[in-house]
Each structure stands twice: as structure tokens, then as C-alpha cells.
């Protein structure tokens, strides 16, 4: 991260998991500001009094809010938009809600972006935009697209627009790994969904580490992909079992409201113009433009020799290997810490 040497980061949900993170890494390089921007004044305040950092600067606001997204701007040179409605059922209750906050909001923040010459926006989106089924999926795939339109109108302009994709994050806000350790230390059944779900497991650094490899290698209109291994939900209750010595019943309740039962990171026709950059995919702006004619007359043969890059498929741990990967992460080292069973 030496390119950030004197540079000013502006961070949209800057107080959720991803941005408390992100802010850990960059304050760890020459940085010159750290802007957070979010509309939780308590999460602001709990976040300055712990940090306690001159270089991270608060600011409330709403992305709903062109005005205040539009102050935030001045003086920035890089844009981590990490703002959204991330909850699957509030944003399938609340429909227009995931619309104002995931699409509407992220289309301020990129027009303002552009508008204030930023060098370069990152856009945070998740596998459950690919193939969509519930709200939060949904407005997320639109995010995308109209990130990727910016960088098509935009192309020959400053500002760098792109987006990045990523599946189930390992023990942030949402996650069942807090819940399933909840459970067990309140002596209940672990509580899963169906034993054979699959899910990509991608640790927070790891997340933060795809946002940053974008910042330094995104082009106009790219998404990236990181790689990551899955496993079943049932093989990730049973290692938290394991670690923390508990022998609770895992109870299956059933698949819950706008739910998949595998995640999808790469459609098969985004990993036809993708490249393979060795721990991360990158799949290109689509640049076709309005004239149809040719998608009507030619295919591709090949593309029907792929297959979509999901959570069945890519590689799948078993509960050893899960044991080990949550006793990496600092969230399960934490709830270990007191805990006599």
C-alpha cells in the first residue's frame, strides 16, 4: 500500500465491519487522511474514541444524500463505497429501502466521484447479486451495472471506476459464525438453515485484501474476484463445536426467506472475458455498445464448455481444515479467550 502515501481515502459505511478493518490496514501506511463516512453518530463516536487517530476524520452523512456525499469529496483521491442495506430479510421487507440506500446512493457516490475528479472508486458487491433471487441481491446487481456504466461513459475521463465480489464474510456483522457461538455459549442447539448449503468462506482480511489489489490494479469498469474455498453449513457448525468443546445439537430449521442453497461468485459469461491473476479473477467491462446487431448473429461456442464459478464447485474444506481457518481469525480468538465449557 505505498502508493497511498499522501493520500485522502473516503470510506462510505465506514463504520461497519469492512470499514473498521480497512481502516486498521491504512492507518498502518503513510496515509494522510482517513475520511468515515456514515449516518451512525453512536458507531462514529464508539469508533473516534477507540481509534483515537488524528488522520481519521467523521463525517455524517447519508449516500441518499447527494449534498452531503458531495462535500465529503472535496480533497479526496480514492473512494472505498462500502455503504449499504446488507441484510437479506430487512432489504426483501423493505424493498425500496436496499433500492434508495445500494443503488440510488452508490450512483451519488460515483457521479460525485466523478464529478470531483477522484482517482479511483472501489465498489464493495457480493456473490448474491449474480443469479439473484431477494432484494439485497438484486439492488446489489444493480449497483454493479451502474458502476460498470459509469466506467463505460467514463472511460476516457480520470476518475476509475470499478467494483469488487465477494461471498460470505467470515465473522462481520450478518455472519452465523458469532450466532453459532452465541448459541452454544448460551448452552442452545446450533441452529442451521439445510446441512448441505454450501457457502464461500472468505476471512475479513482477505476481503480487505481483494478491495486493496483492486485499488492497485483496477481498470475502467473491472470487477474483481478473489478465489475462495467453501464448505457446508454443517461442516462449519461442526467445527465450531470442535473449538469450543461443545456437544449441542445441530438442529436444522430450514432454508430461510430469499435464501440459495449455493452461492454463485463468476457466471460462466463473466468468466469467459475473465483473467485469472492467480489469487483473484478479473473480468473486463463488457463494452459493447447499442448497436445489437452482432450479439444476434454471432456466438461463442465455447462459452457453453464453462461452467459458473460457485460454492458446489470450487474447493471444499472439510471440519479440520474449517478448524483451522476460524482459529486464524481474531473474532473466534476473542470469544475463546474466556471461555471454560
Known amino acids: 500500500m505505498n502508493n497511498l502515501v499522501d493520500k485522502t481515502v473516503l470510506i462510505t459505511g465506514g463504520t461497519g465491519s469492512f470499514g473498521r478493518t480497512v481502516t486498521k490496514g491504512l492507518l498502518r501506511t503513510d496515509i494522510k487522511e482517513i475520511r468515515i463516512f456514515s449516518r451512525d453518530e453512536l458507531k462514529q463516536e464508539m469508533m473516534r474514541i477507540e481509534y483515537s487517530n488524528p488522520k481519521i476524520k467523521f463525517y455524517i452523512g447519508d449516500v441518499r444524500d447527494k449534498d452531503s456525499v458531495d462535500k465529503v469529496m472535496e480533497g479526496v483521491n480514492l473512494v472505498f463505497h462500502a455503504a449499504a442495506l446488507k441484510q437479506v430479510p430487512s432489504c426483501e421487507f423493505f424493498p425500496i429501502q436496499a433500492v434508495l440506500t445500494n443503488i440510488l446512493g452508490s450512483n451519488n457516490v460515483i457521479q460525485a466521484a466523478i464529478k470531483h475528479g477522484i482517482d479511483k472508486v472501489v465498489c464493495l458487491s457480493t456473490d448474491k447479486a449474480v443469479y439473484p433471487i431477494n432484494a439485497m441481491g438484486m439492488s446489489k446487481a444493480m ?32 455472519s452465523v459464525i458469532p450466532l453459532f457461538i452465541n448459541q452454544i455459549k448460551q448452552g442452545k442447539p446450533i441452529t442451521v438453515t439445510v446441512k448441505h448449503m454450501t457457502r464461500f468462506m472468505l476471512p475479513l482480511r482477505d476481503a480487505v485484501a481483494l478491495v486493496l489489489f483492486a485499488f492497485k490494479n483496477g481498470n475502467h469498469g473491472d470487477l474483481f474476484v478473489r478465489k475462495a474455498p467453501a464448505c457446508t453449513i454443517e461442516v462449519l457448525a461442526a467445527a465450531i463445536k470442535k473449538i469450543f468443546k461443545s456437544d449441542c445439537e445441530i438442529k436444522e430449521i430450514g432454508i430461510r426467506h430469499g435464501e440459495k442453497i449455493y452461492e454463485t461468485l463468476l457466471t460462466i459469461e463473466e468468466l469467459r472475458r475473465s483473467e485469472d491473476m492467480g489469487d483473484y479473477y478479473r473480468v473486463r467491462l463488457d463494452d459493447r455498445d447499442l448497436n445489437y446487431t452482432i450479439y444476434f448473429t454471432e456466438g461463442d461456442k465455447e462459452e457453453v464448455k464453462l461452467e459458473d464459478y460457485h460454492s458446489h464447485n470450487t474447493q471444499q474444506m472439510g471440519v479440520k481444515e474449517m478448524e483451522e481457518l476460524l482459529l486464524s481469525l481474531p473474532e473466534v480468538q476473542e470469544e475463546l479467550k474466556d471461555w471454560n465449557p
Not at 451495472?145 to 467470515?170: D, E, I
Request: proline share 0%.
Open 143 to 174: 449497483m454493479e451495472k451502474v458502476a460498470a456504466a459509469a466506467a463505460r461513459q467514463g472511460a476516457s475521463g480520470k476518475t476509475v471506476v470499478c467494483s469488487v465480489r465477494y461471498g460470505n464474510v467470515m465473522g462481520s456483522r450478518g
